[in-house]
């Protein structure tokens, strides 16, 4: 018995090697297609009696009557072509029909249209129409183009900060056109599932999202997340639109990347902490007045637990309702909301208040900047400043407290309201922004957790504890 071919011995394969056989080991004349298949083994035949080149045809496992054809062209390859044979009852010759060109037209996109023309025969209607409107059909990029100029730059629902995400995220990963060079790398080694806006969207299956989003995740599981949120959106508009018949871009939560919180990567302030942070800011406002701004709007941040960048620093003074105690924000990340202004904020508000009537006198009065509770101090280009996180390294360091982000302070302010107020969900949600009580949860979790392991301190200490 002649030894088996292995590893790179074995011969090349022809493609009759992926004929499909029967139970009793005769071919069914059917190979089950795929895109390396017709790429790598689909030639034209020659027949070197006539020193011609014949075209030659297969059969789709997969899909009854979806065959290919390498034509005979006077190309050395040929060019690859989809045909449906459709046999009708009681009449002899079948009818052909062109579906498209290969790779222009993929395999998934064949198959479809097949699906879409077998049903259309069932109903009675013509095949060729079924044809023709998938030839109009617009690509992925063609919507999205459309779902740009109609929404995301005309609905008043999306801030400036949203949008200029939102074309970022689009022109990296669906017009692959990056900056990053570190993002440009990721784009050139997985160009083949990243590709998928020359597509026709009702070509596009779930699978071409599923590797898409992989791909994109290499660059971080948070960014491939909000890409696919932002796809989602596009989808459910084309299916409102009519453009497409079905989304596809329906993921649940365990098919995305899982999400974790920021208090699962870094534990925010203690409150010996926010109050050696609140003491050495107070400092530096008395030891460095030129930092006088950016040491208030972190305050107020203490203060409120608002984001700092986008609810904070941006404060106009027509936004403090002084009769109703209250700070308005008409546009934030989880929509229209205000906080209250307590004891320790309305000193803050106060100082600024005071700090505007001496910055501001005469004409001064009558500048942008005036209207702002935080006015740049040097020439930018907006009115308000911006960053305070070189402050915020400052106060880090009077205090000898660890350098985090300014954002946690949000968390800070989350957790130890919580505890101040004996767990009331509804007023800790609502003073600090938060839409649902989802992120509250996390706080309430996180002072649990922290309870527990005070609570196994104690008991280690109490059974160590000598007699």
Known sequence: MAPTLKGHNQPPKELNDFLILDSDGNSTGRMNFTNTLLKKYLKRKYDPKTDKYLENVINDSEKIGLKAKANYGATIGGSISFFFQHTQKNKRNPLKYHLGKFPEMSVDAARSLV????????????????????????????????????????????????????????????????MAPATNKIILDNRKDLNIAPLKMVEITKDHLIAWHAAVTKTGPYQANRCMDDLKVIFKWALDQKIIKENICKFKNEELNKEYTRLDDVDPYSRDEWRALRKSCIKLIKKQPRIFVACMGILLSMYTGRRYKSEILSLKWTQVDWDANKVRLPKTKTGKSEFSINRLSRWVLNSLWAFKKESFKGTKHKTVRAGYLFPSTRKSKKPYIQDIRKTWKKICNDARVRHEEPYLLRHTWGCLALEATNGNFAVVKDEGGWKTFEMVEVYAKYNKRKLLQQSQVIGNFLAHARG
């Open 115 to 178: 699906d879409e023309l077998k049903h259309a025969i069932t109903l009675g209607r013509d095949p060729k129409s079924v044809i023709t409107e998938r030839m109009k059909a617009e690509t992925l990029n063609q919507v999205i183009d459309q779902w740009k100029q109609k929404v995301l730059h005309k609905s008043t629902r999306f801030a400036a900060s949203t949008i200029l995400d939102t074309e970022q995220r689009l022109k990296n990963w669906i017009d692959l056109n990056a």
